[in-house]
């Protein structure tokens, strides 16, 4: 069992950046792969980045490629999504996940959530 915990929302204005953290519980959290996903109002949960156990390489969305970074420390049961160049459509309730697979892009991939972290960009 994995409790996920992310903490870092906030509002920024565009061109901005946040770190989100999430706080993982128990003992086997450096061989779960972490996920960020986020959801804006009226749409489904997209998939931003990923962040392997095994090899500790990050995978990213498209459209976050070359703003968001993330990364995680074993030692501390925490991943981290560190988000520049912020841009209004990037406004969403912001999920960290864990999975025992490799590496995973689909929410059903996922067998943990956090309850989420709100970001508002304004413009």
């Known amino acids: 069992q994995v409790q996920l915990v992310e903490s870092g929302g906030g509002l920024v204005q565009a061109g901005g950046s946040l770190r989100l953290s999430c706080a993982a519980s128990?003992?086997?959290?450096?061989?779960?792969?972490m996920g960020w996903f986020r959801q804006a109002p009226g749409k489904e949960r997209e998939f931003v980045a990923v962040?392997?156990?095994?090899?500790?390489?990050?995978y990213y969305a498209d459209s976050m490629k070359g703003r968001f970074t993330i990364s995680r420390d074993n030692a501390k049961n925490t991943v981290y999504l560190q988000m520049n160049s912020l841009k209004p459509e990037d406004t969403a309730v912001y999920y960290c996940?864990?999975?025992?697979?490799?590496?995973?892009?689909?929410?059903?991939?996922?067998?943990?959530w956090g309850q989420g972290t709100q970001v508002t960009v304004s413009s």
């Open positions: 996940a864990a999975t025992q697979k490799v590496r995973g892009t689909r929410t059903y991939e996922y067998d943990y």
């Open positions: 128990g003992r086997t959290f450096s061989s779960y792969t």
């Open positions: 962040i392997s156990w095994i090899s500790g390489n990050g």
